[in-house]
């Protein structure tokens, strides 16, 4: 039970697209296409933004979008805004009824 | 509106027992999987157990199974994590999350803090 490997820190411009890497292995990221992505504000509980690798619940901007290629999964914010200043987490289902997060990337708009 | 509220946080020494608890409203609780998510102190999310929605069928992280149980009431809409043989780094904040380990968890609670130490 690996965490997933996210980079600690990304950022861009408002306007700007900026993209997230989430590595993991052929057991966790590339063996399901269950990856889901949240947004976790300080202080607050995170928020569901992506799940089974490219599906935005309700609510969710269409300025997110996820996808997926071998083992590593991306979230991609498009035209960023100054509210999308946060942390962001991956997670994976890792098979034997396991889930897996990433370590987390905090998100700054310059 | 779905609201998850969680409850029973508290400090407390190594090896002691804690239960904490999330009340649910707002959705049929008894038809969802709920799971329990921490996060340590200016760390990451880490996923700890879940449980389908009869209760029959509950899974745990390799970091707390044998200690932690998780169980649900469905009759009162409450979701429980007992915590045994706690340990310093079980300090957290405990979140309750509703959806299944394929799905992804869409709604959370705003969490309870449990803090193991001497």
């Known amino acids: 039970q690996s965490a997933l490997t996210q980079p600690p820190s990304a950022s861009g411009s408002p306007g700007q697209s900026v993209t997230i890497p989430c590595s993991g292995t052929?057991?966790?990221?590339?063996?399901?296409?269950?990856v889901s992505w949240y947004q976790q504000y300080p202080g607050k509980a995170p928020k569901l933004m992506i799940f089974e690798v490219s599906k935005r619940p309700s609510g969710v901007p269409n300025r997110f979008s996820g996808s997926k290629s071998g083992n590593t999964a991306s979230l991609t914010v498009s035209g960023l805004q100054a509210e999308d200043e946060a942390f962001y987490y991956c997670s994976s289902y890792a098979g034997s009824n396991v889930v897996v997060f990433g370590g987390g990337t905090k998100l700054t708009v310059l | 509106e779905v609201q998850l509220l969680e409850s029973g946080g508290d400090f407390i020494q190594p090896g002691g027992s804690l239960r904490v608890s999330c009340t649910t409203s707002?959705?049929?609780?008894?038809?969802?999987?709920m799971n329990w998510v921490r996060q340590a102190p200016g760390k990451g999310l880490e996923w700890v157990s879940g449980i389908l929605g009869s209760g029959q069928t509950t899974y745990y992280a390799d970091s707390v199974k044998g200690r932690f149980t998780i169980s649900r009431d469905n009759s009162k809409d409450t979701l429980y994590l007992q915590m045994n043989s706690l340990r310093g780094e079980d300090t957290a904040i405990y979140y309750c999350a509703k959806g299944s380990l394929w799905y992804g968890f869409d709604v959370w609670g705003q969490g309870t803090t449990v803090t193991v130490s001497s």
């Open positions: 707002g959705f049929t609780f008894s038809s969802y999987a």
């Open positions: 052929s057991s966790d990221v590339g063996g399901y296409n269950y």
